[in-house]
């Protein structure tokens, strides 16, 4: 930091990025945020302004290495590394979900999207937050749901991201030949595993002592005590 502004100094005093910003980020995927006259922008490690400050913010890169930006009106979309538009400021909130998702609102109401913008899961009035997503045969539209302030609680959820279930589960797959493998506390506190149908179900009681496999053509492996 100095009177000129902030910049960024590497490793053995280098300086990396100039001063003449008024917040500098470190860098990330090859790119630093810089703020100027409010806005954010990224440069380059050649310092070169790639992405002109004309955003209310700017976060790091998604795994895809897109960069979620917020326009000046508060919506948010996506850049390439290059300032090019990939998806339009069309939502009021945007982060990064599970398996190349990405977790959006758009005039109130929650899903996810891919960086196309094509709905994977949604919508739903309500927040919802998906645990894992990908696409599983006759059951992909089945998803296991987080609970958005707890994120040891789990329930089954549909294509709409609607919770078929209570959030009761500590532990839930997503059902494989229409079944779903899950488990939850006794009333002692230990771990108890059962099955779920596609609605959720109860259709295997939750008195199994260890993790079972999941179903596969009507079977399942248990694991049993040895006398």
Known sequence: HTPMGQGLMGKGGLVVVPP????????????????????????????????????SALENCTGEGL???????GRWGLLDRSGGEVLPALYDHLEEGPDQTLRVRR?????????????????????FVLERYGARGADADRFVLRHPEDREQFALGDEAGRALTSYEYRWLMEPI???????????????RYGY?????NIVIPFKIEHVPHPFHEGLAAVPVERD
Request: glycine fraction near 14%; charge should be negative; charged fraction near 30%.
């Open 20 to 55: 003449g910003f008024e917040k500098v980020r470190s860098f990330d995927n090859g790119l630093a945020a810089v703020q100027r006259s409010g806005l954010w922008g990224m440069v380059n490690e050649s310092c070169d302004l790639v992405i002109p400050c004309r955003y």
């Open 196 to 200: 779920l149908d596609r609605v959720g």
């Open 107 to 127: 005039d109130g109401r929650w899903g996810y999207i891919d960086e196309t913008g094509r709905c994977l899961v949604g919508w739903n009035d309500g927040p």
């Open 177 to 191: 030949d229409g079944l779903a493998l899950a488990s939850r506390e006794d009333e002692r506190g230990k771990s």
């Open 67 to 73: 960069i979620p930006a917020q326009h000046e009106d």
